[in-house]
């Protein structure tokens, strides 16, 4: 049974850095939120299970509280749905902020934004129809230390790689919306949860495209889902880890941050520290080496270490793959290291 709820001009004002008024607020968006999962559709019922789905509690901000409250659902891929790629409709500083796809920055969600890059960078036209096909009411937005804006009727296929520059940065977020006036979801009334619910469904396909599912297949078959991208890359980093801890040297992960590589391993003699960037490919494939990656490895050199791992007895690696093998630059954002299997020796 759909539970009924609105918004009033006076729960827009809810929307401050005060305890009282954000309860009342959250109140509102719990009832939401139980009657989104009854409404939406089938394709929505991995996002129904528990831990998939939240609202926002009061949130302290220096001396008051975060000026808003909000809600989302996520894909089971990600154990923590703040951390991936989400449905979200929230309203703060007196507006609504987000009613679409929203992806959070400040680094706190490294998977789901390598998985929407790769998405979009794999299929640029198929991104553009998509994002064209949503209509006037619709928006693109990223933003950080840089800003990108386009209507959706306005979406052009040069956008793309300017969108691609910016979501390659950790820090920026992106909100892919439905713009939506004050005044009009308070005309909704209690039909709110209805128009909420057709805009995800509307939003959909696009959702399952960044998530990776929307990529076209291999000829060995379809893409890995995320949770087996996620596996695969952790499995080869700890293999590497305990590689290079076997031969003596101090090894720190650091991966879940934007310094280009995984690992640092360090020389207990002589100190120098090896720079490592994992890649898993169990099956041949294009080892690629993002933005951030590449810079680092320029910096860093004979100190920059790619290795790539197929399976526990076949582990790889090529030092300083900038100047000892041929680097191709796709879609001028990745260098492709054309002759890895050549080039990398066994570890």
């Known amino acids: 049974m759909e539970l009924q709820v609105s918004f009033t001009r006076e729960d827009f004002l809810d929307a401050r850095p ?44 220096g001396g008051g509280y975060w000026h808003g409250v909000w809600l989302g659902l996520g894909s089971p891929a990600y154990r923590n ?34 998985l929407a890059w790769s998405a979009i960078n794999a299929n640029p036209n198929e991104f553009f129809h998509l994002i064209r096909r949503l209509g006037p009411e619709y928006y693109v937005s990223l933003w950080n230390s840089h800003e990108f804006w386009r209507g959706a009727t306005e979406f052009t296929v040069e956008d793309v790689n300017s969108l691609l520059d910016v979501l390659s940065d950790p820090d920026s977020f ?15 009334r209690d039909k709110l949860p209805g128009h909420v619910g057709m805009t995800f469904e509307k939003l959909y396909p696009l959702y399952s495209f960044l998530l990776g599912s929307g990529q076209i297949k291999k000829r060995r078959g379809s893409l890995p889902s995320p949770e087996k991208i996620l596996e695969s890359s952790i499995w080869a980093e700890n293999l590497v880890r305990k590689f290079e801890t076997a031969k003596r040297r101090i090894v720190k992960v650091v991966s879940d941050r934007p310094v280009g590589y995984d690992l640092e391993s360090k020389d207990r003699k002589t100190g120098r520290v090896r720079r490592i960037e994992v890649k898993s490919r169990k099956i041949d494939g294009r ?55 050549d080039r990398a020796r066994a570890a």
Request: with cysteine; proline share 6%; aromatic share 12%.
């Open 18 to 61: 005060r305890l009282e008024p954000l309860r009342r607020l959250r109140a509102k968006f719990r009832i939401l939120e139980g009657s989104l999962l009854t409404l939406l559709p089938k394709q929505f019922n991995s996002m129904k299970r528990s831990g998939c789905h939240f609202v926002s509690r009061p949130n302290r901000r």
């Open 81 to 114: 749905p703040r951390r991936g790629l989400q449905f979200q409709f929230g309203i703060e500083d007196g507006s609504v902020f987000c009613c679409g796809i929203w992806m959070q920055g400040r680094r706190q969600t490294p998977l789901a934004r390598r």
């Open 174 to 188: 992106l909100d892919i919306s439905r713009y939506l006036p004050n005044r009009e979801v308070i005309s909704w």
């Open 287 to 341: 080892i690629q080496l993002t933005p951030n990656e590449y810079r680092a490895a320029r910096k860093y050199g004979p100190d920059y270490y790619v290795y790539i791992v197929r399976s526990k007895k076949d582990v790889r690696f090529i030092r300083n793959p900038v100047q000892s093998c041929d680097m191709m630059m796709r879609n001028q954002r990745v260098w492709e290291i054309v002759d890895w299997a």
